[in-house]
């Protein structure tokens, strides 16, 4: 295994570097995989334990989770990284190109030298006959035979003198000027054949990291266990408590609970809660975002460059003439249909908010029409698409409408798909349309530093932006009147997780405790004995601490149990939680904490 282990690792990290500095030894990746295949090979070499080394078998799960832990560390780092290098290859690419372009221009310059240069080939082709003969003819017995005077005979003389001169001159400047050419061609043909080199080695150095990337990725897959198979009981669990609804400000009344904050008393100690930063889909515009960047004095404009990048077009005269057709309304022309759009509240306008409505009238616009490609099919009148109700909304809202009557987000000639969301939790994520990328960021005063204090949504007082949610949208608590868990209940989830996640054994009994749901969910008793031999077991859970990584999503959870610490990844913590987790308890984001009392 060692012999195999360091051809690995001279393979990522040869003694010698690449050209463009690009490739060279990344000892974060070369971890990354050296442990996955660690890992790998100690699995193949241990895959036939019988029944009776079930000891030593625990003894190898439990060091093999400690080097998953390890690796899924080595990740965070990881992620950094492949940042930094597609930047770096963007760059270099950017670079090359240039030369390309600047190459080519040069290229048809010397074209229309070299079409230049064959007419002057041709005229020094006379030039060189009449000197040649010139010289030939130029005889001064002649001459001075044939002028009737000394003056004619001077005249003559010095005409054919300043011919010849004249000749001569050109000749020479045409040789040099030709002799000037193939050394710039030879140049041209020289710079082609380096940038053709330059492009294949950053194609090579791209493909190698981008290869070496998803292998590592693809080892820490390997690393961080799977759900089992899930029965589609489990899977509807999922699906109500993790799905990323799609809603916004305007349709759903306010989350206002006080049994959501973390300032609630639950009535005993100690006492766990999971709170999601955010709630809908994390990508596009915030509109609570937007208020609270209005609120601190930025434009329409600024917002929508915020959310939508410094890449996006805002075109102002764009939507004059074009109808949109509403299904179960019919068609209303573009600036009507904006009117009629029922997304964010009027009574922000009033608040300082003006300009968030007027970057949602133009994010409302773009989308409409990016959804019916520029208004030749239809849309929704639900929040699945916008809310549109069949009369002006008037008010602030009109304000702002009829302020940007015409602006429309554009991305490579077409209108841009503009996803917005209530509270997004801090981070907002990249999403992809009409082949240009949104930028993922911290959505705060002063970026990563900022959050959660900064955060823009905090400024706007978002209910959503940091919420334990125990209640369905119909508000059906499911017998919970608050979130919080007792130190056995969150132990329980972490016996949910050994069975399900560490080990990958298939359970359909694991669903959340009492009846809501139905089925025959374990008691916690009986998952606590289930998860015995998945290397569970746990009682109690004493503490909690949680990291985060730099792309917005909770990266582990670490707990204080009574038999010792466990490091979970966030998403399998995520998954574990609202599979197991009593009632409706669940956590609607990927970037989330978990509170202690």
Sequence with gaps: MRKILAFVYLSICPPRSHALRLRGCKPRIAASVLLGLFVYLSIINNGGVSATELGDLQAQIDDLSHLRQLSESATVPLEAEVSKLDARIVSAQKGINAAV???????????????????????LSIRVRNLYKRQQSMSP???????????????????????????????????????GLEIEQKKQLERKTQLAKLQTQLDTEAAFFRKEIKGAKEYQAQLSGKIADLSARQKAILTEKAETFQTTVGDVPLADDPASRPDYNPGFSPAFAAFSFGAPHFKGMSQYGAFGRAKNGQSAEDILKAYYGGGIEI?????????????????????????RIYEMPGSWGDEGGMEALKAQAVAARSYALAYTNNGSGSICATEQCQVYKPANKGGKWEEAVNATSGWVLIANGQPFSAWYASTSGGYQESYSSNGYSTPGFWDTKSGRGGWTGEAYEKIAASPWFYKGWYRSRSGDGCGRSHPWLTSEEMADILNAWAVLVKSGQG????????????????????????????????GKVNGISVTYSDNGITSSVTFDTDKG???????????????????????????????KK
């Design 315 to 339: 075109k102002k005269d764009y939507s004059t003439g074009i109808n949109i057709n509403v299904r179960g309304y019919g068609s209303v022309d573009l600036e009507t249909y904006a009117k």
């Design 507 to 538: 359970d359909d009994r694991i669903t959340p405790a009492g009846p809501c749901w139905g089925g025959s969910p374990y008691s916690i008793g009986e998952l606590k004995s289930r998860s015995e031999s998945a290397g569970g077991g746990f």
């Design 565 to 595: 610490s466990v490091a979970i990844a966030g998403s399998e913590f995520k998954k574990a939680f609202n599979l197991r987790a009593p009632g409706r308890i669940a956590l609607k984001s990927g970037l989330f904490n978990i509170e």
């Design 141 to 179: 017995f002649l001459l001075l035979v044939g002028s009737s005077s000394a003056a004619d005979l001077t005249r003559e003389l010095g005409y054919r003198q300043a011919a010849a001169a004249q000749d001569r001159e050109i000749i020479v400047r045409i040789s040099e000027e030709s002799r």
């Design 101 to 123: 372009a600047e190459n080519k221009r040069l290229a048809k310059e010397l074209d229309s030298k070299q079409t230049e240069m064959a007419v002057q080939y041709q005229l």
